[in-house]
């Protein structure tokens, strides 16, 4: 799909309410993207914050919530190996969910992930994508994105952020059984059920 072809999906979402913009504002930086195959239309986080973008997921009809211990969601930006484009609207190119990287740390993926000759996507990214291909969201096959993380005082936070399929126990709450869940987990610890999203590319124009 063309990336105006993508804006009307997250229009749809509730993109230009949700970011209090107008539709003719989000349709300009739409346009002025080029039509390239494999493409998907990402959100910046300075349009629309992480937190916000992820209400508008949808899984079975269940919205998308941010996990109640990840206050500081804002706080997480890209990496040092990452460049995001300083467009409210840009391009991800070949996005992979990163199955193959299932049961690899993210302290393990990343070097694993740039020998390969592709980035990492941000929290933002993965949820961008998810609004156009909700169906890459599966039980058993969720990633990380571990592109988005949190300076520390020595060095990066140890949380890295993650999209899965809430199980509705605990403080998600029962309500939320089913819904895509923004959570976090930790960078040296691995998971037989989460791999490690990427992308080939970013362009802005």
Known sequence: MTPTDQLDALLAAGLAETA???VDELRGYATSLPDEPDAV???HPR???ARSLAELLRHHGKAGFVVADLTDLSEFGPIADVAIPDAPLYLIHGVDRGDDLRNWSPDESLPEILARGRTP???SEGISWLLQKPKALESNHCFMTIASRKLSRRGYDARTPAIWISGGTGRDGAHNRG??????CWAGNRHTWLGMASA??????
């Open 41 to 43: 239309l990402a959100v």
């Open 47 to 49: 349009l629309l914050p």
């Open 20 to 22: 209090a913009i107008t």
């Open 121 to 123: 996507l941000t929290i």
């Open 179 to 184: 819904a895509p869940k923004v959570g976090w």
């Open 200 to 205: 080939a590319r970013r362009t802005c124009a």
